[in-house]
């Protein structure tokens, strides 16, 4: 499991080359919670016959709550020409 930290991005001076720099969006981890089931791995589409909404494994994400992040495509690194 890899795990986001929480801590609040610092401007600290890093050995990262300036033509690379880490995404803004996932913070370097290359995953970002599935948009499609809002990071809980669970969708409700259907209703049973009591009206109680059914809960199916995200097909966006597999149940993983992550995707790959879109911005840097899961490098967590983004370059800048
Ligand atoms: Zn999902
Ligand atoms: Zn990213």
Do not use: W
């Not at 795990?3 to 050995?15: E, F, I, V, Y």
């Not at 996932?26 to 499609?36: E, K, T």
């Not at 995707?67 to 690194?77: A, F, K, M, N, V």
Request: glycine share 12%.
């Amino acid at each position: 499991m890899h795990t986001t930290p929480n801590t609040k991005t610092q401007k600290a001076k890093t050995k990262t080359p300036d033509f690379v720099r880490v995404c803004h969006r996932c913070g370097g981890s290359g995953r970002v919670p599935c948009q499609f089931c809002s990071g809980t791995g669970y969708v409700t589409t259907r209703k049973d016959r009591l009206g109680m909404p059914i809960k199916e494994r995200c097909t966006a994400c597999f149940g993983n709550r992550l995707e790959r992040c879109y911005t840097c495509g899961g490098s967590g690194r983004l370059h800048q020409f």
